[in-house]
């Protein structure tokens, strides 16, 4: 069974810095492309960061330069690292295998305010 649970937000302020968690089970994540999601209030999720089987990674423009996506395969964990943080970043963020339908975990609150 694929669970998925995320770790690791809390609340910063502007410029602080935060390292997400989210461990797999299920499954082993070296085979498969995992990426970060970010859902904020009124809007659709949507996608921050991507690591693929082979180690390349893909971060979106709006956070490229800032967050970091890394996995660790003992582990069966992949990671965020954000710094500078900014109060648009405030959101639910979630991790997710790509294109499987995996169901989505709890996720984990970042909320950037002064």
């Known amino acids: 069974q694929v669970q998925l649970v995320e770790s690791g937000g809390g609340s910063v302020q502007p410029g602080g810095s935060l390292r997400l968690s989210c461990v797999a089970s299920?499954?082993?994540?070296?085979?498969?492309?995992m990426r970060w999601y970010r859902q904020s209030p009124g809007k659709e999720r949507e996608s921050v960061a991507t690591?693929?089987?082979?180690?390349?990674?893909l971060v979106e423009d709006s956070v490229r330069g800032r967050f970091i996506i890394s996995r660790d395969t003992d582990e069966n964990t992949v990671y965020l690292e954000m710094d500078n943080l900014q109060t648009e970043d405030t959101a639910v963020y979630y991790c997710?295998?790509?294109?499987?339908?995996?169901?989505w975990g709890q996720g984990t609150q970042v909320t950037v305010s002064l």
């Open positions: 997710n295998r790509l294109n499987r339908g995996d169901p």
């Open positions: 299920g499954f082993a994540l070296y085979f498969y492309a």
């Open positions: 690591i693929f089987s082979d180690g390349r990674t």
